[in-house]
């Protein structure tokens, strides 16, 4: 998650949205008729929104975390509790079983707050999918398809007549003696045009 709100921060998403900008004139128009094409639109706009909103939807300081303090302090109890409970099992097989009940049912059991930890769990996938679920608005996941759809949205909103060549000669691709004779045209145009 936070992997992907620094990209998300670092405009990730841009490379798709200048496409997009550049052939849409910033969202307004989509093919020859220079209309705009709502669809193509909506994902423009997305995009353009992308940086903040999934940026804030993979912020973990929307998570209620343990506090540093409970960690150390959980991690301490759950490790002496583990190390004792395996020494309760150990020894000689005849005394474990008459001793191990006894042995177990007298170790400190760690508080309530370093055992349930449903509640964070469940806090943590809940944001966790707002974060990368595609289905959530504005999340990583649906900035991440609205990338993939600008590219259909760029190519069907480009202008497809633009600028035509400017008339040169013919440059063969059969023979070696076609691309010769191009680049002597070539030559011989460069040079009247620098004594001219």
Known sequence: ME??????ANNTFGDAL???DESTNGGKECGEDGSEDADTKKIHDKLKGCGASAGSKCDI?????????LLTECKTLLT???????KCLTGDSATVSATQCTCIQGLTVPKDACLDNAAARKDL??????????????????????EREAA?????????????RPNMPTMTTGAPSGRVN???????????FNLH
């Open 18 to 20: 200048a496409a997009l």
């Open 182 to 192: 191009f680049l002597k045209q070539l030559s011989q145009r460069h040079l009247k």
């Open 80 to 86: 002496a509790f583990s190390t004792d409970f395996k």
């Open 61 to 69: 300081s929307n998570i209620t975390l343990p506090t540093e303090a």
């Open 152 to 164: 259909k949205a760029a190519n069907k909103c480009r202008p497809k007549t633009g600028c035509k």
């Open 125 to 146: 996938l809940a944001q966790k999918n707002k974060c990368t679920k595609g289905d959530e608005e504005g999340s990583f996941g649906d900035c991440r398809k609205a």
């Open 3 to 8: 992997a992907k709100k620094e990209n998300a």
